[in-house]
């Protein structure tokens, strides 16, 4: 009698996976079909090494309470009995964890309900043949969930391959995100080709975002004063003529950029006195002028003064996070808020101008004026807050998974972080540097700096049942949602609601690629 090929066809969207069950047959040429040829199935009990499942080796397809037959090939797994030190992955002496079965190249696993001792993140390859739900004491099919719980952010991730994989009766729950704008997926799909049935998919808490820098005043931003102008007061004034020299303007360098104050006027013997230089930059903006000198005779500074540095300007305040992120074959990255950019720094003001002769004796320096204040440099930016991490069950990039009975639950999205505030600018010098004498004009006062712009906040976490990329494919058939609360969007620098980032989504499946989200009911 010839024996029926019976294959389970499941739809995947663009592919079909097949299971065979077992019939009778006595043609030598089954045995290319079920891959018994050749010695690949165990009649011992000894682990697999690799290939597709053996007909009736399948757990769920055997009558209830059959045990699974020891002609079946596989690795075998016990949380509870096994030891991945001393096990062999035998039915007698089977590993503790998945991860350690799927290392030794396994490509058949059995593994016993309950929960196994899988910490880290489990990697599947491709053509891999996941079987949980067993009863330990004869590895007949229970349907109570083999639960792999870790430590790490993402439980298990499926990697991509010519090969199809298969997992049934599996609770995957990964922890929650352990670090800032991390997330927590349950499971990872990076171009693999899947059917998951019968599974528990449950994410942690995804983490909240970093706040940007914020700045607080610094000293040694504020403006430097200038020198005063120098003369000795006597009768004689000076025996040699240009004996008296202006007073330094006040010295300062923010970030490369010269601010100095102008240096004040030399006093003279010239019927006019000189003109103080003007503050730095020149060229720069409206730099402060240079003091005018004396024109002649005994003409007043208050006609003619040295003009203060111009302040900076405010930094620009740019935007907080909008969009949805990236989804990646290294999980989820949320978008950050854009950083606010630094002030203008302050100019330096104009050197005083010198007197003209000595009074008394035409054939005499006068008194020189007094230095420039300088500018002071600008604040810094606010920094960006960074993206909240979100709470994903399946994250799928590429490839295609179908999910068959099974029920999806996140966590709570994490909050944004919020924008930095922008730092105050640097004050200019409150002396001013006095003309040295009767005529000698005063140095100006530089500008301020300007305060940095505020940064952006981060955007808020997402909490999405099925999350999909890169034209990935994802088949539901009987699956339940049970969604989380999404994270509110960092805010703005300097409480300026409008550079707050977006709110996290709360979907239950969110398509990367167009940014579609199915709200969770």
């Not at 002609?71 to 998945?98: E, K, L």
């Not at 693999?192 to 994410?203: F, K, N, Q, S």
């Not at 230095?371 to 295609?400: D, E, P």
Request: glycine share 26%; charged share 10%; aromatic share 4%.
């Amino acid at each position: 009698m010839k024996w029926m090929r019976v294959i389970r066809y499941i739809g995947l969207g663009g592919f079909a996976a097949a299971s065979t069950v077992a019939a009778c047959s006595n043609d030598s040429e089954d045995c290319e079909v079920f891959n018994t040829c050749g010695g690949t199935t165990s009649t011992t009990g000894t682990a697999g090494s690799g290939g597709s499942v053996d007909p009736g080796c399948v757990p769920s397809d055997l009558p209830a309470n059959t045990p699974l037959p020891d002609t079946c090939a596989g690795v075998f797994v016990s949380g509870t009995n096994g030891n991945d030190g001393t096990g062999d992955g035998t039915r007698g002496n089977p590993y503790a964890s998945v991860a350690t079965a799927l290392a030794g190249g396994a490509a058949v696993v059995y593994a016993c309900s309950g929960q196994t001792a899988d910490t880290a993140t489990v990697q599947v390859p491709a053509g891999s043949n996941l079987f949980g739900g067993l009863d330990c004491a004869d590895w007949h099919y229970t349907g109570d969930k083999t639960a792999i719980t870790t430590t790490a952010p993402i439980a298990m991730v499926l990697e991509g391959g010519a090969a199809a994989s298969s997992i049934e009766d599996f609770a995957i729950t990964a922890a929650n995100g352990g670090v800032a704008g991390e997330s927590s997926i349950a499971v990872l799909s990076d171009g693999a080709t899947a059917v998951i049935e019968r599974c528990e998919l449950t994410a942690g808490d995804g983490m909240n975002g970093q706040a940007g820098t914020s700045l607080l005043h610094d000293n040694a931003m504020d403006g430097a004063p200038g020198s005063p102008g120098a003369w000795e007061a006597s009768s004689t004034c000076a025996l040699a003529a240009q004996s008296y020299f202006g007073g330094d303007g006040g010295a300062k360098t923010c970030g490369g950029v010269v601010v100095d104050g102008g240096k004040g006027a030399d006093g003279n013997d010239s019927q006019g006195g000189d003109a103080g230089a003007e503050g730095l930059p020149n060229g720069f903006g409206t730099s402060g002028d240079g003091g005018q000198g004396q024109p002649s005779g005994a003409g007043s500074c208050a006609d003619q003064p040295a003009q203060s540095g111009h302040s900076g300007a405010a930094g620009t305040d740019f935007s907080g996070a909008t969009g949805v992120g990236t989804l990646s074959p290294t999980g989820y990255l949320g978008t950050s808020g854009v950083a606010g950019d630094p002030g203008e720094h302050g100019q330096g003001g104009g050197g005083g101008g010198g007197a003209h002769e000595c009074q008394l004796n035409s054939l005499l320096a006068g008194p020189s004026g007094g230095g420039g204040g300088s500018g002071a440099c600008g604040g810094a930016g606010g920094g960006a807050g960074t993206g909240a991490g979100a709470s994903i069950a399946l994250a799928a990039v590429g490839g295609s998974i179908t999910l068959t009975d099974c029920s999806l639950a996140t966590g709570i999205g994490g909050i944004g972080g919020a924008g930095g505030n922008g730092q105050p600018g640097g004050l200019a010098a409150f002396q001013v540097a006095s003309g040295g004498g009767p005529g000698a004009c005063a140095g100006a006062q530089g500008g301020n700096g300007g305060p940095g712009g505020s940064g952006g906040g981060g955007l808020g976490g997402h909490s999405v049942g099925v999350a999909k990329a890169s034209a990935a494919t994802v088949t539901l058939t009987n699956a339940t949602f049970t969604i989380g609360t999404a994270g509110q969007g960092g805010p703005g620098g300097d409480s300026k609601p409008a550079l707050d980032g977006a709110d996290g989504l709360r979907c239950s499946e969110l398509d990367f690629g167009t940014s579609s989200c199915t709200p969770a009911t």
